[in-house]
């Protein structure tokens, strides 16, 4: 079955520091990964997707995820991090060609603190 | 470029109240459209996803419905709330039937059922 888990519930990282928010995922075929944010009260905001190409995938406000095949996993990171880059992070998983079939992982929160 | 308007914002109702959730995509054609369910600022729980007016289909039996009357426009609604219903609800669209389709999320709307 086609799943995605994100195993830390919560991130912690002093400001300026980097940061790696992990994600895994089961698929049976070519995935297609996402990374979304969401801010308190607010819906969420696309931040970058792997679909083919490039392992090393960049996107907006200074992230970036790395697709790796071999481990199944698509960690986001982002070289120094940022008091405003405190949010929920959700991964999300799509492998068939359907409106529908996209699944997301539980969501990691993080927080930076100055 | 494309938008997406959802309403309202926030919303306390009495259990056995009707519901009416609104949202509208402006900006594009023949969008998908989904309705999720957001409990307890975690995982995202897909409750109906339609690719063309009149055609909804549900992922899990619960007390809602659904409907796209128009091209850009998809409701939420329920004849009678439960406790249960409570939740942040979130809009979506994409447009296109390719996995790598990306997801747009709309602001969300804050439902209390007291």
């Known amino acids: 079955a086609q799943s995605v888990a994100q195993p830390e519930d919560q991130v912690n990282v002093a400001e300026g520091n980097p940061l790696t928010v992990k994600c895994t995922y089961s698929?049976?075929?070519?995935?297609?990964l996402f990374w979304y944010v969401q801010y308190p009260n607010r819906g969420l905001q696309f931040l970058l997707k792997?679909?083919?190409?490039?392992?090393l995938v960049k996107g907006s406000y200074g992230f970036e995820a790395e697709f790796n095949k071999s481990q199944t996993s698509f960690h986001l990171k982002k070289p120094s991090a940022l008091v405003s880059d405190s949010a929920l992070y959700f991964c999300?998983?799509?492998?068939?060609?359907?409106?529908?079939?996209?699944?997301f992982g539980s969501g990691t929160r993080l927080s930076i603190r100055p | 470029s494309q938008t997406i308007h959802q309403w309202p914002a926030t919303l306390v109702q009495p259990v056995g109240s009707p519901l009416s959730l609104e949202c509208t995509v402006e900006?594009?054609?023949?969008?998908?459209l989904y309705w999720y369910r957001q409990a307890a600022g975690r995982g995202l729980q897909l409750l109906f996803y339609?690719?063309?007016?009149?055609?909804i289909s549900s992922e899990v039996p619960q007390n809602l419905s659904a409907s796209r009357p128009q091209d850009r426009q998809f409701i939420l609604s329920s004849k009678k709330l439960l406790l249960s219903d409570s939740g942040f609800y979130l809009c979506?669209?994409?447009?296109?039937?390719?996995?790598?389709?990306?997801?747009?999320f709309g602001e969300g709307s804050w439902l209390t059922v007291v």
């Open positions: 979506a669209w994409s447009v296109g039937r390719g996995a790598g389709n990306t997801i747009y």
């Open positions: 698929v049976s075929g070519n995935p297609y």
């Open positions: 792997y679909i083919t190409g490039d392992n």
């Open positions: 999300a998983v799509r492998l068939y060609s359907s409106a529908s079939k996209i699944i």
């Open positions: 900006g594009t054609s023949n969008p998908n």
């Open positions: 339609s690719v063309g007016i009149g055609q």
